[in-house]
């Protein structure tokens, strides 16, 4: 079993950062390789970002690119969403989302095993 919770969401203008967090406990984080996940009203939830077990390998969705930056500190259980330069079409509930099987984790929502409550991130225009 693998808990997840998100922080760090909230409302920022356009051109804003913030930095999402989500810390897990239960199985040994370097275990597993974490995604970061979004969902719009109306809208499928979509990759983001994700990050390999060790944190050597990472891959953006083409709408972050150059803007988002995920990392992972493995030894605070923890794994981090940069995202700079906002734009009002970021607005989402973020996700963080744990895969057990793959080293550098899946591009599928359907690959992940544990996903985290969700943290609401409004971008102002």
């Known amino acids: 079993q693998v808990q997840l919770v998100e922080s760090g969401g909230g409302l920022v203008q356009a051109g804003g950062s913030l930095r999402l967090s989500c810390a897990a406990s239960?199985?040994?984080?370097?275990?597993?390789?974490m995604g970061w996940f979004r969902q719009a009203p109306g809208k499928e939830r979509e990759f983001v970002a994700r990050?390999?077990?060790?944190?050597?390998?990472?891959n953006y969705a083409d709408s972050v690119k150059d803007r988002f930056t995920i990392s992972r500190d493995n030894a605070k259980n923890t794994v981090y969403l940069q995202m700079n330069l906002l734009k009002p079409e970021d607005t989402a509930v973020y996700y963080c989302?744990?895969?057990?099987?793959?080293?550098?984790?899946?591009?599928?929502?359907?690959?992940?095993?544990?996903w985290g409550q969700g943290t609401q991130v409004t971008v102002s225009s």
């Open positions: 990050i390999s077990r060790r944190g050597s390998v990472t």
């Open positions: 239960g199985r040994t984080f370097s275990s597993y390789a």
């Open positions: 989302a744990a895969d057990l099987t793959t080293y550098s984790g899946s591009l599928s929502v359907d690959e992940y095993d544990y």
